[in-house]
């Protein structure tokens, strides 16, 4: 379960699960509490879409100042809809990265808030409780149809022996299956998966499907083993609550970003 709590200015949700693990700060930031105006309004974490960036700036500075995080701190990248994974390892990785096309980011290091930057994608965040990594994956159905948050369990076990069964995960709020309407390739594409029945069910339109996001990446880590008790959702729609949620599919292009971030801290 994810609930709303407000740290002013800003509104987050956040996962009663990964709040229990000690050393780990994590939130799904509402629109709520920026500084941002018209269709970025309020807290908009991305200048690409034509917010200007000093307002963006200090969007970041106010999520900073909400978790007590220096916003030197936060990393987020250039996500692409693929499903490479960027690993964090040590200071020098982290840094003068020019090539930033990743969908996922996961690390051991403590520090670094790594962010993935949402509006209608689902945002995944896990955490190891027992060897203490996480990760954060962006997954709109391009990267739910590669399978990307169960490659992050399979990551993480690859690079830091994380077992399924000592993760926790959220699955944060994104277009849900009233609004998420889809055709011929995303249902192509989810069928390779063989995810079908669960996940799409037919829509109003011939030739059209609703799409379940949130359960297909629930599945996903369920089907690496991760205990279905430790995923927790948020079960809002993001085009359903424009007063909480930036949406792509609401609004079109001209629309903010979330920011869906995960830290673990130093000295614990
Ligand atoms: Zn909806």
Aim: charged fraction near 25%; proline fraction near 6%.
């Amino acid at each position: 379960m994810l609930k709303l709590i407000r740290k002013d200015p800003i509104t987050v949700l956040q996962s009663e699960e990964l709040l229990q693990i000690p050393g780990i700060l994590h939130g799904f930031c509402t629109r709520v509490g920026g500084v941002s105006g018209g269709p970025y309004a309020s807290l908009n974490v991305s200048p690409r879409e034509g917010d200007p960036p000093d307002r963006v700036r200090e969007n970041w500075q106010r999520i900073a100042a909400a978790f007590g995080i220096p916003s030197e701190q936060f990393f987020v990248v250039n996500q692409v809809h693929g499903e490479r994974f960027l690993v964090i390892e040590d200071a020098v990785s982290c840094h003068g990265l020019e090539d930033r096309r990743y969908d996922a980011i996961v690390t051991d290091r403590p520090g670094v808030a790594i962010g993935i930057k949402t509006a209608d994608c689902a945002p995944v965040l896990l955490s190891d409780r027992r060897n203490k990594a996480i990760a954060a994956v962006h997954a709109g159905w391009r990267g739910t149809a590669l399978g990307i948050a169960g490659k992050a369990v399979r990551v993480m076990a690859e690079k830091f022996g994380t077992r399924p069964e000592d993760l926790s995960a959220a699955v944060g709020p994104s277009v849900g299956p009233c609004c998420y309407e889809v055709d011929g390739p995303v249902f192509q594409a989810m069928s390779e998966r063989g995810d079908t029945d669960r996940v799409l069910r037919p829509g109003l339109r011939e030739g059209r499907w609703m799409f379940d996001l949130p359960l297909a990446n629930r599945i996903q880590l369920e089907q690496e083993g991760v205990d279905p008790e430790r995923i927790s959702a948020s079960g809002f729609c993001t085009r359903c609550r424009p007063e909480l949620f930036f949406s792509h599919r609401r609004d079109g292009a001209k629309t903010g970003r979330h920011l869906n971030f995960i830290l673990l801290s130093r000295g614990k």
